[in-house]
């Protein structure tokens, strides 16, 4: 007489299914999403002045043209000193976003350090801030540009509990 069905080959074959599918759902390559709220901690509060701050950074660290733009109002207005021509020439939000854009695209790695405020005045609804910066921009391993400036900023929102937003910078530095 023929055996079709044995108790142990049937129970191993039960726990060989079961370590199966248990395994096969565990991807090394794919580990599963933080619940933690540390991922609250990389982007900064902006209605904190030092969240505008946390957050372009972060923008400049990661090449983020979405967070950058979340920093910029609608009138915002870019200003350097072109010192070849002895000039101050300015930009609004639409060619900032794309001058940006280039640079992020352009670059390797940029790595971004404020400095201390130097000025910090105004209220609950403008301020303007002046504060030192390191920008470091590695367009290759042999191409690499380290910035020391200042650049001073004008702050604003609608209501104390509204993000602030950059409606003014003036860069003041000397490459």
């Known amino acids: 007489m023929v055996r079709f069905f044995n108790i142990s080959n049937f129970s191993r074959g039960i ?3 079961l370590l199966f599918i248990l395994v096969s759902c565990v991807n090394p390559f794919a580990p599963g999403l933080d619940d933690s709220d540390s991922g609250d901690a990389v982007l900064g ?3 904190e002045t030092d969240g505008v701050f946390q957050n372009f950074r972060y923008a ?13 109002a609608d009138d915002f207005t870019f200003v350097f000193s072109n010192y070849d021509r002895g000039v101050d020439v300015s930009w609004g939000r639409e060619e900032d976003m794309l001058t940006t854009s ?16 130097v000025v910090s005045s105004g209220d609950s609804l403008t301020r ?3 504060r030192g910066f390191t920008l470091q921009i590695i367009f290759s391993p042999s191409d690499i540009i380290r910035i020391q400036g200042r650049a001073n900023f ?8 509204d993000p602030w937003k950059i409606f003014t910078w003036r860069d003041e530095s000397n490459y």
């Open 45 to 47: 509060d902006q209605t």
């Open 128 to 130: 303007e801030i002046s």
């Open 15 to 17: 726990l060989f299914l």
């Open 60 to 72: 400049y660290l990661f090449k983020d043209t979405v967070v950058y733009g979340n920093l910029l």
């Open 154 to 161: 004008n702050l604003k929102r609608s209501k104390g509990s």
């Open 102 to 117: 280039r640079l992020f695209n352009a670059t390797q790695n940029l790595d971004l350090i404020w400095n201390d405020v």
